[in-house]
């Protein structure tokens, strides 16, 4: 089993900052990409920022400039750091990470996801 357990949400004026943590455990055997996603009431959920294992990231265009995604392998962790927070950034951030798990000698690729935290952003 794996398991991703996100922390850090929470509620923050306009303007704040946040740092969410991911943390990956269990019968794990590598971790490829990882990623934040985020959901709003009524709207469908969408990719906020990835990272490779070698460090390469991705951004919604919404967020470039104030969110950094960054990852410490070694504890199988994601951060999301969240700068100059918008009311529109209110949503479930939910973690999800690429991972191989070694299985009675065999490989398997899986997608994985946390339960989700709640950041909302007062105006």
């Known amino acids: 089993q794996v398991q991703l357990v996100e922390s850090g949400g929470g509620l923050v004026q306009a303007g704040g900052s946040l740092r969410l943590s991911c943390a990956a455990s269990?019968?794990?055997?590598?971790?490829?990409?990882m990623g934040w996603y985020r959901q709003a009431p009524g709207k469908q959920r969408e990719l906020v920022a990835a990272?490779?294992?070698?460090?390469?990231?991705n951004y919604a265009e919404t967020v470039k400039g104030r969110f950094t995604i960054s990852r410490d392998n070694a504890k199988n962790t994601v951060y999301l750091q969240m700068n100059s927070l918008k009311p529109e950034d209110t949503a479930v951030y939910y973690c999800?990470?690429?991972?191989?798990?070694?299985?009675?000698?065999?490989?398997?690729?899986?997608?994985?996801w946390g339960q989700g935290t709640q950041v909302t952003v007062s105006s």
């Open positions: 999800n990470g690429r991972i191989l798990r070694l299985i009675l000698g065999r490989l398997d690729d899986g997608d994985y």
């Open positions: 990272i490779t294992t070698g460090g390469n990231t």
């Open positions: 269990g019968n794990i055997f590598k971790i490829n990409d």
